[in-house]
């Protein structure tokens, strides 16, 4: 015992050794049963999870509004046990019926082709059938059905129902029986509208926009407003539809990348992805111009404004814009309003243009007592920025990453 080499444990570079190679093997073990946990975890996950996004793979938060639960995204067979059952949900085969077989073809988008049908109630519906080839489709099939499920106003387009059956998504709306207002004012096949039929539609317009922006709860940007999207019931009232590219404006996240349409694209947006309801507003604006002039866009709309302008045509030079199809039937006092409201909503500067709920109110108080608080804006505030307008679209125009070709 009163040896100094005694050592009841041994050699300490043994004791040393043993001791690591057991922590090591300790460590590996724990560290494979932990991973076997993970994976068997993840499945469990994916199957009760939805797995599809309503954008660009972010989750969506909603709110209790649409009971769609807030850290979750939605998968389309999903959408009969969420908040919006309570609208209808067709087989394809009630569809095909009512459409004798997708015969009357009434318009066609991005998404597809639009079928007139008739439901067994006799009630007029149209058909939204998802193309085959459509990209986005999916994403904008499930946005279009989870918005329009609990957005309802007058001067929005009336989801009836869907169908998400083998493979096909379908959307059903209230047939609007006056077409789209592209159609209208384009088409030489109708009647032109008249001046107070516009007046009466540039109005619906900004209600419907008004109550996206401020009555809808939370809030919702179109992002998509264009005349091709604005239909005409039997009443001649506008309805704002295709709500494919809507988002919920309080979501918290920036924009998932710039979508609309060339020609009534915010160029704020355009350029910063940053994207506000004043971009509603801006495409309002044109849309504004639009029925002014009978002309769109793709037509050098923006480019004929500016000829207009630069021609310093005095108190008259908003008529030289008007539509020739109304023979100078307009009250020109009306006119100049109208177009000064345009100007204000399509300044390239975010902070220039209106909220919406302001045009609301200067469209409806001109109406009244024929002037409005935007009496007050002069062309020049205008012309200031025409000139970065111009170089704007330009720049928008070589833009190959704008999808231009929506319906
Ligand atoms: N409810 C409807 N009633 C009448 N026509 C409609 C209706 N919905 C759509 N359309 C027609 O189909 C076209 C495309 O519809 P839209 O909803 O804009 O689809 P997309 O997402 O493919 O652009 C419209 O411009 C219009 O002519
Ligand atoms: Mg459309």
Redesign the pocket.
Known sequence: MDDPHYRPWGKPRYWIAGLFAGVFGFVLIFGYLCMICCRSFRKTCARTLPTMDIENGDHERRNETSNVPATESISVDELSFSAINQISRFTYEEVRTATGNFTCL???????P?YRATLPENRAI?V?VLAENSNQGEK?FLNEVLLLGRLHHKNL?NLVGFCSDSGHRILV????RN??L??RLHEHTYEPLTWTQRISIAQDIARGIEYLHDGAVPPVIHRDIKA??I?LDSFMVARI??F?LSKESDSGRPASGVRGTYGYVDPEYFYSNNLTPKSDVYSFGIVLFELIAGRSPSEGLMEYVEVVLSMNGGRDVWLQLLDPRLHGNCDLKELNHIALIASRCAEAEVQKRPRISEVVQALARFRRTGGSKLDSLNLSSFNRFERKQRAERDMMQESSSMEDA??
């Open positions: 009434i318009g066609k988008g991005a998404f597809g639009v149209a939204k904008e387009t709306f209230d047939f609007m077409g789209s592209a159609a091709s999207n239909l539809a295709d494919g929506r319906g």
